[in-house]
């Protein structure tokens, strides 16, 4: 059964800095992997998505790597702004067409 | 181009009672599907509609239903409400269907049951 852990829960970073969003999943036979942003009381957004086949994806100060066989993606954060202070996602889809959504890391970037 | 819709944004119930949540994908996009996000489960997902027929499910009891009508509307129901229902529930559309396409979701449905 597909297990998704995003750690840590919640991370405060000063504005400008770098930063890594750590996603892990257990069934390495995904078909692929999923970055969101939520606002709060918002739905989703999806920022990022790496097929299996892939190795990263870039969007803008976003890029997002995959490493199937350690059954890690990460999610990097160039140049940090306050808006970029929400909650990020992330969600493996499996082989059956079904997606295992990650509880999210909650960033907030301090002025 | 609008946004995916749903109505309402708020809604308290009682337990016991039934619930009709309702969702409008964005035009031209055919699938639509559920989730149910709490803070102690996360999201997870409910199910999946695309042209008019349910094409995948969650692990949620049958209280969860819904449907999918021809202009790709969709609505879902919760019958029986109980506490543990209380949740924002969002739905999310696509012009393909299945999770792997990237989904546009709504701002959802926060639903409190009392």
């Known amino acids: 059964k597909q297990e998704v852990t995003q750690i840590p829960a919640a991370l405060s970073v000063p504005e400008g800095e770098n930063l890594v969003l750590n996603c892990s999943f257990t069934?390495?036979?995904?078909?692929?992997l999923q970055w969101f942003r939520q606002d709060p009381g918002k739905g989703l957004t999806s920022l990022l998505l790496?097929?299996?086949?892939?190795r990263e994806q870039t969007s803008g100060r976003l890029n997002a790597s995959l490493d199937k066989s350690s059954g890690r993606s990460t999610l990097y954060i160039a140049a940090s702004q306050p808006g970029d202070s929400a909650t990020y996602l992330c969600?493996?889809?499996?082989?059956?067409?079904?997606?295992?959504f990650g509880k999210g890391t909650r960033l907030h970037i301090l002025p | 181009k609008a946004g995916v819709t749903q109505t309402p944004r708020y809604l308290i119930k009682t337990r016991g009672q039934q619930v009709t949540l309702s969702c409008s994908p964005i035009?031209?996009?055919?699938?639509v599907s559920w989730y149910q996000q709490t803070p102690g489960q996360g999201l997870q997902f409910l199910f999946e509609?695309?042209?008019?027929?349910?094409?995948n499910k969650g692990n949620f009891p049958g209280r969860f239903s819904g449907r999918q009508f021809s202009n790709s509307r969709s609505e879902m129901n919760v019958s029986t409400l109980e506490l543990g229902d209380s949740a924002l529930y969002l739905c999310?559309?696509?012009?393909?269907?299945?999770?792997?396409?990237?989904?546009?979701f709504g701002p959802g449905t926060r639903l409190t049951v009392t």
């Open positions: 999310a559309s696509s012009f393909d269907p299945g999770a792997g396409y990237e989904q546009y």
């Open positions: 069934d390495s036979a995904i078909y692929n």
């Open positions: 790496i097929q299996s086949s892939q």
């Open positions: 969600a493996a889809v499996n082989r059956d067409d079904k997606i295992i």
């Open positions: 035009s031209g996009h055919r699938s």
């Open positions: 509609y695309f042209s008019e027929t349910q094409r």
